[in-house]
């Protein structure tokens, strides 16, 4: 990052564009917010996972949630019941390949609270007004080092 992360616009006065973050694997999205999911969406998890239908609405969703058109997947202490950490950094995703669209259709961004709360926490890395990341400069390599592995 230092350097290499800021994009220069090349033109005096013209601002920078926002940092494109990716994802950086943090989960607090996965922690900040729980997951609706419909019918469909639910029965192609419990047959991945090669559970009945009514088993796994039992064991992996909210029993608070209502609306019989649809179902909430459960949080635990650490999140969402398909969270897991791999390392202190990095969250991984139990499910990944039958993730909820909504889980699919997620895209960080500099500018989501849920991303700003990650990097400060797992990279001690901020966000400035313009979308510029800002840290030290070995919090901003070591950031740097892992975006370039994805």
């Given at each position: 990052m230092g350097t290499a992360a800021v994009r220069d616009s090349g033109?005096?006065?013209?601002?920078?564009?926002?940092?494109?973050l990716p994802c950086v694997r943090c989960g607090v999205c996965c922690t900040v917010y729980q997951v609706r999911i419909s019918p469909t969406e639910a029965r192609q998890i419990a047959d991945c996972l090669g559970m009945e239908y009514w088993d796994w609405v039992g064991r992996y969703c909210d029993?608070?949630?209502?609306?019989?058109?649809?179902?909430?997947?459960r949080h635990d202490d650490g999140g969402c019941v398909f969270l897991e950490r791999s390392s202190e950094e990095v969250a991984?995703?139990?499910?990944?390949?039958?993730?909820?669209?909504?889980?699919?259709?997620?895209?960080?961004?500099v500018f989501k609270p849920a991303c700003q709360d990650g990097l400060k926490?797992?990279?001690?890395?901020?966000?400035?007004s313009s979308g510029?990341?800002?840290?030290?400069?070995?919090?901003l390599s070591r950031l740097e080092e892992f975006l370039r592995l994805l």
């Open positions: 033109a005096p006065g013209r601002p920078e564009e926002p940092f494109d029993p608070r949630w209502s609306d019989p058109r649809s179902h909430l997947i991984l995703c139990r499910i990944y390949g039958v993730r909820p669209a909504s889980c699919r259709d997620w895209c960080a961004g926490r797992f990279w001690q890395v901020g966000v400035d510029q990341l800002q840290g030290t400069p070995e919090s």
